[in-house]
């Protein structure tokens, strides 16, 4: 059964949010992802998925769509971490995603690039909480739900990340200095 | 100090900061496309209403509350890990469930139409037909190499259950609405794309669960044995083993 926008709330709700934070969930997937042709991408499925499961399911009902395509977009990026692993376990693949991150536009240098680089290090769980608690600024149980684990999970990996940050941090400075 | 505040009120600052500058760099110049160009999009194949209304099986999932005893398997590695604390609950409304008659199915169904109680991630409900891939129609293989997969883990996290981040293993619980027989069956269900990957054959009505083998991928693999019982909330003990390989239909 196929609907119409008008007759799906969820989609006129997923047309808001696409019109306005288009851009904005770009820079966040490019968080994750630091590629902006795959965030682009990421968004893009995002939301097509999102979009289709609306059209042809009518009860499909999103409470808070910007929570969940904030969610799938962090999910998806764990999906192209996992087959991006896996291309590069092929040579070939290698070469080509070389080639690939060469044409891409490169994230400038900055005052602040060693904190960039310290959670760039960080295991990928750590990061993402990071990412929602510092850029998104979510409360621990928000992180816990977005991430799908406990708060005590979040609390952890926040802990973790807050000592590997720190030690990067001063590792990098006796490098510099 | 509370383990989020370890850091200093600085390197927030500058942590924020960072992430702000980076996010705004991977934003700068994107184009946003056309909503048409999305709306107009072709829905895939798999439409709602279809077969699985036919069927008319009233179908309520029971997010399993977990108490795991659990060993995983790694490649060749064993990693034993005990846990012991449930998960969650939710408890199917009356208004979530919605059917015609008590069509019960022993094998993969080719369509179902399903209410799901989603994990406490997605507040909403939803009615849907999943539709089987072929790949997981059908006889039985021994196989244990993925088809069409990439590598994978289950695993937990602070004693909660995962599976790559992506799979969890429900269980689930069909209630015939004219009475009859509640089984259960458990199916796995990936988080990020709401799909319902693989249904396991019935489990029988006392909860004990056999060996589940006849998926044409690798949770073929899955050894689960315990007791359940039939309730809106169950509470499942088992131990199970996985390899570290398992079918995706994500293309």
Known sequence: MTTTTAANPTLK?????????????????????????????????????????????????????????KKAIVNRSRDYHRKSFLRKEKIEDLKSSQVESENQPTYPSSENDSIDRAISMLPRAQRECIILRYFEDMKLSDIAETLSISEGSVKSHLHRASIAIKDALNTLEREDA | MSAENI?????????????????????????????????????????????????????????????????????????????????????????????????????????????????????????RTT????????????????????????????????????????????????????????????????????ESPRLNPAGHISIISDAEFDLSELVISGVGEVQSTVAVNFTYHATTEIFSIIP
């Open chain 2, 131 to 198: 539709s089987v891939p072929p790949q997981l129609q059908g006889t039985t293989t021994t196989s244990t190499t993925a088809v069409n997969g990439y590598y994978t883990s289950w695993h937990w996290l602070d004693g909660e259950f995962f599976s790559g981040d992506f799979y969890g293993l429900w269980l689930k619980t069909l209630t015939p609405i004219n009475g009859g027989e509640t089984i259960q069956t458990f199916l796995a269900y990936n988080y990020s794309q709401l799909e319902v990957l693989w």
């Open chain 2, 7 to 127: 850091l200093s009120f600085e390197l927030e600052n500058a942590i924020r900061s960072t992430l702000q500058t980076k996010a705004s760099f991977g934003a700068k110049g994107v184009v946003t496309p056309s909503w048409q160009a999305f709306s107009q999009q072709p829905a895939p194949a798999a439409t709602a209403g279809g077969i699985g209304s036919a069927l008319g099986t009233q179908i309520a999932i029971a997010v399993v509350s977990i108490g795991v005893i659990a060993s995983a398997i790694v490649g060749s590695v064993v990693y034993p890990r005990t846990q012991n604390k449930p998960q969650q609950e939710n408890k199917p409304s009356e208004n979530q469930v919605s059917s015609t008659s008590s069509t019960t199915t022993t094998s993969l169904p080719e369509e179902t139409t399903t209410t799901i109680i989603p994990p406490t991630s997605y507040v909403r409900s939803k009615t």
């Open chain 1, 13 to 69: 709700k997923l047309e808001q949010l696409y019109k306005k934070s288009y851009q904005p969930l770009t820079g966040f997937a490019f968080l994750f992802v630091s590629s902006r042709e795959t965030a682009e991408e990421i968004v893009q499925d995002v939301f097509l998925l999102t979009i289709n499961k609306a059209k042809r399911d009518h009860v499909f009902v999103i409470v808070d769509v910007e929570k969940y395509i």
